[in-house]
Every structure is written in structure tokens, then in C-alpha cells.
């Protein structure tokens, strides 16, 4: 079965300068959503989008930007990078506009980003 | 707001033993899912099984069993004759369908060791 995608898997950045996730839902899943998660720590919610439309807003720097394509794949991106922002990236998609088919999420093998 | 709290950092078992690990959750709400996700060294987040807050069955995949206890807002999982394949962190995680707001929320998670 086809499960979501992400890219790149490792990025390597030098602080201040800017980063671009790209994920890819699985296939009819129209919500998308990312997180972030420290080393040694639980992932954390940052921004999510239902129907090309932001639905919820985490935790998320002003830095930071996202949005949902036509094809409903979406984009993270960071700018202005900190040493603090170092961290695994998941992006998680889902089915459903409510119930268990919204709140079921399958993760994609995240982002591995490392600010110098 | 709601939480979710994994008062165990570490867990060991020996292989083929069983072993329960365990969550609790707070939440406002009558209707929310449950979620247990297991997250190995290769850091891919896997959900392992789910239960819906109104079935009052347990849900059981396999080897894998939760015990919901809705009145004391636990939800633990039980893992019976453990595999070195088992060896992962473990969140529980909670979401609340708000028709396209479906974050989890995660707790700090539980490293679960399978001693050979």
C-alpha cells in the first residue's frame, strides 16, 4: 500500500539561511499535517490543512510557513534557521473531515533537518 | 486543553514475556480516539492500534491489546510474547475530531527494551 512520502529525508542547512520540506499524502487522504520532534522528545504539532485550507495552527515559529497544493501535497518552509530548529520533521496525512478517518494518521519516514 | 501522560521512561521484558505499558489522558471531551504509536530505531512513527472512546471492547491487534478504562481515563497496552522485533519507543496519543482540527496530542513516550 502506498504510504506518504517525504522529501528530502536528510537536509543540512547553516543557520539563517532557508529550508523547504516537501510531503506527499497518501493517495485520497485530503488532510495533511506536520510535526516536529526534538531529540529525546514527543512530536510536536505545528500547522495542518484540510482541503488546501490551514485547519489548525500549532506551536509553529513565525518562520515558518506552510500551505496545501491542488495535488494535495504540502510544503514547510523555514527560513531564517536556528541551531534550535534542528530537529526530525513528520508530516502525517488522513481521511475523513471528522470521526476516526480524520484522527487516524499515517506518518511518512520524516525529515531529518541539521542547522550548523 | 487536553493531555496525555506516560508516567514510565523505560520498560524492559524479557523475549516472549509479556508486558503493559501505560498511559493516561485527560480530555473535556465525550468522543476522542486513542491512538499507541511505535516509533523504532530507524525513528519511522507506526500506529499499532487504536480504540474509539465509545466501544467499550478493548481493541486487539495480534499480539498487541489495549485496556481501556474510560472512567479512569487510562489506556494501556499490552504486549503479549514480546519480539526483539518490539524494541521501539512507544507513544500514546490522543485526538479530539473537530472536523479538520485532528491533532494528537502525544505523551513522552516509553522505551521498551526485549531482553534475548
Known amino acids: 500500500a502506498a504510504g506518504v512520502i517525504q522529501s528530502p529525508r536528510h537536509l543540512i542547512k547553516e543557520k539563517r539561511e532557508t529550508a523547504t520540506l516537501k510531503c506527499y499524502p497518501i493517495?485520497?487522504?485530503?488532510?495533511v499535517y506536520w510535526y516536529q520532534q526534538g531529540p529525546g522528545q514527543d512530536p510536536q504539532f505545528l500547522i495542518s490543512?484540510?482541503?488546501?485550507?490551514?485547519?489548525d495552527k500549532g506551536s509553529i515559529p513565525d518562520r515558518f510557513s506552510a500551505q496545501q497544493f491542488s495535488d494535495y501535497h504540502s510544503e514547510l518552509n523555514m527560513s531564517s534557521l536556528e541551531l534550535g530548529d534542528s530537529a526530525l520533521y513528520f508530516c502525517a496525512s488522513s481521511s475523513g473531515t471528522s470521526g476516526r478517518g480524520a484522527c487516524e494518521q499515517y506518518f511518512g519516514p520524516g525529515t531529518r533537518l541539521t542547522v550548523t | 486543553a487536553q493531555t496525555v501522560t506516560q508516567s514510565q521512561p523505560e520498560m524492559s521484558v524479557q523475549e516472549a514475556e509479556t508486558v503493559t505499558l501505560s498511559c493516561t489522558y485527560d480530555t473535556s471531551e465525550s468522543d476522542y480516539y486513542l491512538f499507541w504509536y511505535k516509533q523504532p530505531p530507524s525513528r519511522q512513527m507506526i500506529l499499532v492500534i487504536r480504540?474509539?472512546?465509545?466501544?467499550?471492547q478493548n481493541a486487539t491487534e495480534n499480539r498487541f491489546s489495549v485496556n481501556f478504562q474510560k472512567a479512569a481515563k487510562s489506556f494501556s497496552l499490552k504486549i503479549s510474547d514480546s519480539q526483539l522485533g518490539d524494541a521501539a519507543m512507544y507513544f500514546c496519543a490522543l485526538c479530539t475530531p473537530n472536523f479538520g482540527n485532528e491533532k494528537l496530542t502525544f505523551g513522552t513516550g516509553t522505551r521498551l527494551t526485549i531482553i534475548p
Open positions: 493517495p485520497r487522504h485530503d488532510t
Open positions: 480504540q474509539e472512546a465509545y466501544k467499550q
Open positions: 490543512f484540510y482541503e488546501k485550507m490551514q485547519s
